[in-house]
């Protein structure tokens, strides 16, 4: 059954979200998110707030700059990141709130089970 309205997008359409979810992927990057959840940071605050090497975090910080999920402003002798695409979170829900009932769902068929034993 397909929703009303729905057209197939076309391969480009697809690639540039697997792009996009290809960077929301990696641990490092989702942590990075999380801590700038609170707002801007430099890269010497989110050295310490995620115990990353300067070098690993700026690696990763280039890679979501690119992609359009943060942005990065120039303050004096420093650069301070911050979300650019606060839509980053409401996917990050989705995605919690989807694992959280399968969890359940297995949790409740668990419980199922044993009480079959």
């Known amino acids: 059954m397909s929703e009303p309205g729905f057209s197939p997008l076309p391969p480009e359409v697809l690639a540039s979200i697997a792009e996009y979810f290809k960077v929301l992927s990696e641990v490092s990057r989702l942590q990075i998110l999380n801590c700038l959840r609170s707002g801007p940071m430099n890269v ?21 700059t690119q992609a359009g999920i943060l942005s990065r402003q120039p303050r004096g002798v420093s650069a301070y990141y911050e979300i650019a695409d606060p839509k980053v979170f409401q996917l990050c829900h989705t995605v919690c709130d989807g694992i959280g009932d399968r969890l359940r769902q297995q949790a409740r068929q668990f419980q199922a089970f044993q009480g079959d034993r």
Do not use: C, D, F, P
């Open 44 to 64: 010497m605050e989110l050295t310490e707030a995620t115990g990353y090497s300067q070098a690993n975090l700026s690696k990763h910080l280039k890679i979501m």
